[in-house]
Protein backbone atom coordinates (compact mmCIF):
# COMPACT_ATOMS: atom_id res chain seq x y z
CA UNK A 1 0.00 0.00 0.00
CA UNK A 2 2.38 2.53 0.80
CA UNK A 3 4.06 1.84 -2.96
CA UNK A 4 0.80 2.16 -4.08
CA UNK A 5 0.43 5.61 -2.65
CA UNK A 6 3.54 7.42 -3.34
CA UNK A 7 3.27 6.26 -6.86
CA UNK A 8 -0.09 7.88 -7.19
CA UNK A 9 1.50 11.21 -5.19
CA UNK A 10 4.45 11.03 -7.69
CA UNK A 11 2.21 10.72 -10.71
CA UNK A 12 -0.39 13.05 -9.53
CA UNK A 13 2.74 15.62 -8.91
CA UNK A 14 4.25 14.89 -12.21
CA UNK A 15 0.78 15.86 -14.00
CA UNK A 16 0.54 19.11 -12.40
CA UNK A 17 4.54 20.03 -12.53
CA UNK A 18 3.79 19.06 -16.40
CA UNK A 19 0.87 21.07 -16.77
CA UNK A 20 2.95 24.35 -15.50
CA UNK A 21 6.27 23.42 -16.75
CA UNK A 22 8.27 26.45 -17.97
CA UNK A 23 7.32 28.65 -15.18
CA UNK A 24 7.18 26.27 -12.14
CA UNK A 25 6.26 29.11 -10.47
CA UNK A 26 4.97 26.60 -7.13
CA UNK A 27 8.26 24.14 -7.53
CA UNK A 28 6.30 21.40 -8.27
CA UNK A 29 9.61 19.86 -9.66
CA UNK A 30 11.06 19.50 -5.80
CA UNK A 31 7.44 17.47 -5.13
CA UNK A 32 8.12 15.05 -8.12
CA UNK A 33 11.25 14.31 -6.89
CA UNK A 34 10.43 13.52 -3.55
CA UNK A 35 7.49 10.85 -4.30
CA UNK A 36 9.66 9.97 -6.67
CA UNK A 37 12.46 8.99 -4.92
CA UNK A 38 9.64 7.52 -2.19
CA UNK A 39 8.35 5.80 -4.81
CA UNK A 40 11.45 4.10 -6.20
CA UNK A 41 12.67 3.35 -2.23
CA UNK A 42 9.22 1.28 -1.67
CA UNK A 43 9.70 -0.56 -4.85
CA UNK A 44 13.46 -1.39 -3.49
CA UNK A 45 11.93 -2.35 -0.24
CA UNK A 46 9.04 -4.75 -2.13
CA UNK A 47 11.67 -6.01 -4.18
CA UNK A 48 13.77 -7.34 -0.92
CA UNK A 49 10.89 -8.20 0.74
CA UNK A 50 9.32 -10.38 -2.17
CA UNK A 51 12.78 -12.36 -2.08
CA UNK A 52 12.57 -12.97 1.77
CA UNK A 53 9.05 -13.95 1.89
CA UNK A 54 8.23 -15.68 -1.50
CA UNK A 55 4.43 -15.16 -2.45
CA UNK A 56 3.42 -15.07 0.81
CA UNK A 57 4.47 -11.16 0.33
CA UNK A 58 1.39 -10.97 -1.58
CA UNK A 59 -1.29 -11.81 0.96
CA UNK A 60 -0.70 -9.88 3.70
CA UNK A 61 -2.76 -9.47 7.00
CA UNK A 62 -5.31 -6.60 7.30
CA UNK A 63 -3.29 -4.67 10.36
CA UNK A 64 -0.51 -4.73 8.20
CA UNK A 65 -2.29 -3.28 5.55
CA UNK A 66 -3.64 -0.78 7.37
CA UNK A 67 0.13 -0.36 8.93
CA UNK A 68 1.00 0.39 5.48
CA UNK A 69 -1.66 2.48 4.37
CA UNK A 70 -1.04 5.03 7.17
CA UNK A 71 2.56 4.92 6.69
CA UNK A 72 1.94 6.02 2.83
CA UNK A 73 -0.44 8.53 3.68
CA UNK A 74 1.99 10.07 6.21
CA UNK A 75 4.72 9.58 3.98
CA UNK A 76 2.67 11.98 1.30
CA UNK A 77 1.93 14.47 4.35
CA UNK A 78 5.42 14.79 5.30
CA UNK A 79 6.48 15.25 1.54
CA UNK A 80 4.03 18.04 1.40
CA UNK A 81 5.11 19.83 4.21
CA UNK A 82 8.84 19.55 3.27
CA UNK A 83 7.14 20.96 -0.03
CA UNK A 84 5.25 24.04 1.68
CA UNK A 85 9.01 24.73 3.76
CA UNK A 86 10.37 24.74 0.63
CA UNK A 87 7.91 27.06 -0.80
CA UNK A 88 7.85 29.60 2.02
CA UNK A 89 11.83 29.64 2.10
CA UNK A 90 12.06 30.20 -1.65
CA UNK A 91 9.00 32.74 -2.17
CA UNK A 92 8.53 33.08 -5.72
CA UNK A 93 5.67 35.24 -5.31
CA UNK A 94 7.11 37.25 -2.97
CA UNK A 95 3.94 37.11 -0.83
CA UNK A 96 5.88 36.34 2.37
CA UNK A 97 8.65 39.32 1.75
CA UNK A 98 6.03 42.04 1.28
CA UNK A 99 3.86 40.74 4.81
CA UNK A 100 7.47 41.09 6.50
CA UNK A 101 8.25 44.45 4.88
CA UNK A 102 4.26 45.42 5.75
CA UNK A 103 4.78 44.24 9.06
CA UNK A 104 8.06 46.37 9.71
CA UNK A 105 6.57 49.19 8.38
CA UNK A 106 3.48 49.17 10.61
CA UNK A 107 5.88 48.63 13.85
CA UNK A 108 8.23 51.49 12.32
CA UNK A 109 5.25 53.71 11.90
CA UNK A 110 3.67 52.74 15.15
CA UNK A 111 6.85 53.68 17.07
CA UNK A 112 7.22 56.89 15.46
CA UNK A 113 3.59 58.17 16.23
CA UNK A 114 3.87 57.35 19.90
Not at 5 to 33: G, K, M, N, Q
Amino acid sequence: MTLLITVFAAVISTIVWYTHAPEDLYRTRTLCFMFWGASLMWLVDAVFEFVKDGASYFTPAPSDMLNDTFLGFSVVALGLVVWTIDLLVHDPKKVVKAAILKANQDKSTEAHNA
